[in-house]
């Protein structure tokens, strides 16, 4: 118990003493996980576009007249892909008419009747399953046509695709170059201590006793960095997030609190858990140099 | 705390033969003085002691234990019953005088009560008391000697390993600290302490052992400080 709240107290003594190690260390973390929250929501939000743009992409289903219109949605709802259906009855296929040629709809009704034909309107998961969908809606016996944009589905698809990938290479890199900075900056740190550390062994000092002060430094410090580049990163989105709707008002930004919240506590997590790692390798490097004899 | 040298060779990389052939046992509580010229071998054998150098042949044996075997974590327990006054003081420089001191105590578990008690008692016995609150770079040569000092006799060592400890102090600041040493070994310290310090080897009387080029060349009982092939 007493080990641990010296190490505690050493801890704050090394960020006290060396403030300005200490400071440049808080500020590389917040710069990297400014970078890595960045990152992350410039890909969240390229995914949310895409997967809004995604759900727009829908498949009408035209129904045979008198068919049995329980029966079709049934057999399209236990389809794969199929995320939602929803059936446009007569009425509703003149108003959408209406709504987008205006009063030249009524022309329709000079036959006597509406003859507009019943449908469902189908979305699926991905803009990838709309061609499959599709090619098995052909095989439901209510349905006559099947109406849907398949060039659209079909880059929808590739952009889709090529998001997926690029946000994952792009948080990697982000991540793994982050990760690289902010190690040797600590090893940097730590380094210059190293004739300490040796000092300390040779006076008996356990390898824990000795790890467990800069590991607290490290913890403390990167926790502070990611404290920090949250508080910086919510700040900047929302005031960029302002000024975006007003110049592109059709794309759907992520503004949820709850998500940017999320991402806040993992930063801070991962600021803690990286600097607590990096602390904890950088030490172990000395601590092994200084208890190899010559 | 006895020390046994049993055929002890160090060659440095490429071919620097540091130790060559050493046999040497000390017994508990007695007051060893290493001497010979700068390069002869007494920090490598003191080294040697503390494993911060592992013989290329041969055995040690300190307190019992076999330096070559010992593992990572007896080696700190075992070199906490070792007082070391190393011949740059090796201090830690962000620690104040008094940190230093309580340092040593700390990793041995003590209360901090005992702590307080036992390091500001030996600061004061070193004289460095109202120095306590600065830092080693603040303190002079002397200061930092008597500093080093402390640090190494604050958890009553067994054993005190002193490599040039009197090398930064005047005659009447080294004669004082000669004293402290010599009150440490009374009270039952085995002391190597390696010397360029003629008056004091010559006037505080005790076993010499003289080094030249790696080798002992000389092993009195109340001996006299003199250079290999000197007289």
């Not at chain 1, 997030?241 to 991962?270: H, Q």
């Not at chain 2, 001191?101 to 003590?110: H, N, Q, T």
Request: hydrophobic share 45%.
């Amino acid at each position: 118990m007493a080990a641990v709240r010296y190490a505690c107290r050493d801890g704050w003594r090394l960020i006290v003493r060396h403030w300005g190690m200490s400071l440049l260390t808080i500020f590389t973390a917040m710069s990297v996980f400014f970078i890595i929250g960045a990152s992350t929501l410039f890909v969240l939000n390229v995914r949310n576009i895409v997967s809004s743009l995604e759900n727009q992409m829908t498949i009408q289903a035209y129904l045979k007249p008198k068919a049995d219109v329980k029966a079709a949605e049934k057999a399209i709802k236990a389809l794969p892909y199929v995320k939602e259906t929803k059936l446009i009855t007569k009425d509703m296929a003149l108003e959408r008419l209406r709504s987008r040629i205006g009063e030249q709809a009524k022309a329709v009704m000079l036959l006597g009747e509406n003859p507009l034909p019943e449908s469902i309107e189908i979305k699926v998961r991905k803009a990838s399953d709309v061609a499959e969908t599709a090619r098995l809606l052909v095989a439901v016996p209510e349905i006559e046509d099947i109406v849907y944009a398949g060039r659209v589905a079909e880059k929808l698809t590739k952009v889709s695709g090529f998001v997926e990938k690029f946000s994952i290479v792009m948080l990697l890199v982000a991540i793994a170059a982050s990760g690289v900075v902010l190690f040797n900056t600590i090893r940097i740190s730590v380094y210059s201590r190293e004739e300490e550390i040796g000092v300390m062994m040779m006076v008996g000092a356990t390898s824990t006793y000795v790890t467990l002060p800069f590991v607290i430094q490290g913890f403390i410090l990167g926790l502070t960095g990611a404290f920090f580049a949250s508080l910086l990163l919510g700040g900047t989105y929302y005031a960029a997030v302002t000024r975006l709707k007003d110049m592109l008002p059709f794309i759907p930004f992520i503004e949820s609190t709850k998500l940017t919240g999320k991402l806040a506590f993992m930063l801070i997590c991962c600021g803690a858990t990286v600097s607590l790692i990096s602390s904890l390798m950088a030490v172990e490097k000395f601590i092994r140099k200084a208890s190899k004899p010559l | 705390m006895e020390i046994k040298f049993s055929g002890v060779t160090k060659i440095f990389q490429p071919d620097i033969i540091a130790l060559e052939d050493i046999y040497m046992q000390v017994e508990k509580g007695e007051f060893v003085y290493l001497v010979g010229e700068t390069g002869s071998g007494k920090t490598t054998l003191m080294r040697c002691i503390t494993r911060e150098v592992i013989p290329t042949r041969g055995q040690i044996s300190v307190g019992g234990n076999l330096l070559r075997k010992i593992n990572r974590f007896d080696l700190a327990l075992f070199r906490r019953d070792i007082g070391v006054v190393f011949q740059s003081f090796l201090l830690l420089p962000n620690l104040t005088a008094f940190e230093n001191v309580a340092f040593v105590l700390e990793i041995m578990g003590l209360t901090p009560r005992e702590i307080t008690e036992r390091a500001s008692e030996v600061l004061k016995l070193v004289g460095i008391w109202r120095r306590r609150n600065l830092y080693p770079p603040q303190l002079s040569g002397g200061e930092q000697q008597r500093l080093a000092i402390a640090r190494a006799i604050v958890n009553s060592p067994s054993l005190l390993i002193a490599d040039e400890p009197t090398g930064n102090l005047d005659t009447h600041t080294a004669d004082e600290i000669m004293q402290l040493i010599l009150g440490i070994n009374a009270a039952g310290t085995t002391v190597m302490m390696a010397t360029h310090n003629q008056y004091l080897v010559d006037t505080y009387r005790h076993r010499v052992i003289e080094i030249h080029r790696g080798r002992i060349v000389r092993d009195e009982e109340q001996g006299r400080y003199e250079h290999h092939g000197s007289c």
